[in-house]
């Protein structure tokens, strides 16, 4: 049984073993702080780092505290087309480290995990959870990458979470899952989509809408729009093959 959380939205979550990917869609500054406070590690994909720059041009961040110079990523990495000159010159002279890697075959999604591994090697540390900010919406070819890349990386990174302010999703692989749903970060929709496989065989508990062994697959039925249930505080999920789980976050809870 695999047991899973979003604990890393809850406002004050300790910094835990985690790395935080930042990819370059839009987010707001409620969700950038929690996950940016959830995690020991962070790294912008390429143009990510625009983001996360300009995310303190905005009017909240107005005043003497320089808060560009108090959130530092530990490193950027990417084919650099995206990231802005006067991006890239600001965050070299605070030390950052800005790698290029001009491999056209790999995404700078791709480039930054390959990041997180190698610095787990060099301190033969546990692996991380890891945390994208962004990848499920914008760009159709951008999302189904994320899809695609998080369903193959399942085996060896199992604990990989897409977040943007609508929704939060991962990988189940086969087996069996136990999500704890904390109401106050979730809203009620969720879906369980059976994307990269033929088929899979789906028996739910928590939601209103529960299957019991029964077939779903891309050209048959696909669980969208289906809700949690208030009064449950765990989703029970047995899948004989991988399964993306997402499920809409409450804004107001973040704010
Ligand atoms: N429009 C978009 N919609 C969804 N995701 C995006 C979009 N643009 C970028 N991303 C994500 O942010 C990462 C960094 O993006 P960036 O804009 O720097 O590069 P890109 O050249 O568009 O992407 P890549 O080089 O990875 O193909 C991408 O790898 C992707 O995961
Ligand atoms: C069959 C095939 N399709 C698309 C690309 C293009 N591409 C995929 S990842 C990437 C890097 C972006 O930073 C680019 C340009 C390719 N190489 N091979």
């Known amino acids: 049984m695999t047991s899973w959380n979003v ?38 994909a390429d143009g990510g780092a625009n983001r996360l720059y300009d995310l303190f041009s905005r009017p ?48 700078d999604l791709m480039k930054c995990i390959s990041a997180v591994e190698e610095k ?10 890891v945390i994208l900010l962004g990848g499920l919406s914008g760009r159709l070819d951008q999302t189904i990458h994320t899809l695609s890349y998080l369903h193959k990386l399942r085996k060896v990174r199992p604990r990989v979470f897409a977040v943007t302010d609508d929704n939060v999703g991962w990988v189940l692989d086969e087996g069996e899952h136990i999500i704890h749903v ?48 208030l009064e449950e505080k765990e989703v029970r999920i047995k899948t004989t093959r991988p399964i993306w789980w997402t499920a809409e976050l409450r804004g107001s809870g973040l704010v």
């Not at 600001?90 to 800005?98: H, L």
Request: glycine residues 6%; charged residues 25%; proline residues 6%.
């Open 7 to 44: 604990e890393f939205l809850q406002a004050n979550a300790p910094a835990s073993q985690r790395a935080l990917i930042i990819l370059n869609q839009p987010f707001s500054s409620p969700l950038f702080h929690r996950l940016w406070n959830a995690c020991k590690w962070r790294c912008c």
């Open 60 to 107: 909240e961040f107005k005043g003497d505290t320089d808060f560009r110079r108090l959130f530092l990523p530990d490193l950027i990495k990417g084919d650099l087309d995206s990231i802005r000159d006067d991006v890239r010159r600001y965050y070299e002279s605070q030390g950052v480290p800005v790698i290029q890697d001009d491999d056209q075959d790999s995404t």
């Open 120 to 129: 787990e090697q060099v301190e033969e540390a546990p692996r991380n959870d």
């Open 182 to 229: 904390d109401h106050d970060l979730l809203g009620l929709t969720c879906g369980l989509l059976p994307v990269g496989i033929s088929s899979t065989i789906l028996t739910t508990s928590g939601l209103r809408w529960n299957l019991t062994e029964h077939p779903s697959s891309f050209d048959g039925m696909v669980s969208t729009s289906n809700h949690l249930v």
